[in-house]
Every structure is written in C-alpha cells, then in structure tokens.
C-alpha cells in the first residue's frame, strides 16, 4: 500500500508560480503511476497531470498544456506538479493519487491510493 501527503499549496498572484510536492510511503513511488487531480467549490474532481509507471510517459489536461509539468523522484519517493503562469481559474483543492493496477490513467475512478489534498489559491 502506498500514503501520499500533499504540500506546497498557497496563495500567489496570477501569472506566478508554484511547486506542489506528494511524499509516497508503503512502496517505491516507480511501482505506481501517479496522477494530479483538482476539484474548484461545486465541480467535480478533474484530471490534471500524470505520468505512467516509472516516469516514461506523462499527460497533461489541455487546460494545464504548456504550464505544468509533472515529474517524480525516486530516491525521495515524491512526485511534484510545477505549476507556472498560474490563472484564476486554476484555483483548487489539489489531490495526488497513486494507481498500482494500471500503467496510467485520467479516471479518479481507477485510482487507488489520495493524499488529503492542497489548497491552491491564484488572486487576479
């Protein structure tokens, strides 16, 4: 089984910049696909980022394309979201979650394992 803890979110003006960080316990994080989820007050949970196992291959919603960047490392057993040009609209809770079962994917629904998520907050 892996934990995963969230941190790094905060509050920063548009157009700046944030690192997200989840911390993976239980098992190495290359045995998992990890994936970046966001859910805004009265949306459902959305897909982000995520990279498949042992970081070969990563995926970006269209929103986030260009602006965010997913990797992991796997000494530390963390996997990070960089977050660059940041937008109002990417104001969230932010949640990492683990998958063991598939090679990658952008379903909550495949996932097995969440963080408890990270408040990110973009002031215009």
């Known amino acids: 089984q892996a934990q995963l803890v969230e941190s790094g979110g905060g509050l920063v003006q548009a157009g700046g910049s944030l690192r997200l960080s989840c911390a993976a316990s239980?098992?190495?994080?290359?045995?998992?696909?990890m994936g970046w989820f966001r859910q805004a007050p009265g949306k459902e949970r959305e897909f982000v980022a995520a990279q498949s196992r042992g970081g070969g291959n990563t995926y970006y919603a269209d929103s986030v394309k260009g602006r965010f960047t997913i990797s992991r490392d796997n000494a530390k057993n963390t996997v990070y979201l960089q977050m660059t040009s940041l937008k109002p609209e990417d104001t969230a809770v932010y949640y990492c979650a683990a998958d063991y079962r598939n090679p990658v994917g952008n379903s909550p629904q495949t996932y097995d394992y969440w963080g408890q998520g990270t408040q990110v907050t973009v002031s215009s």
């Open positions: 239980g098992r190495t994080a290359s045995t998992y696909a």
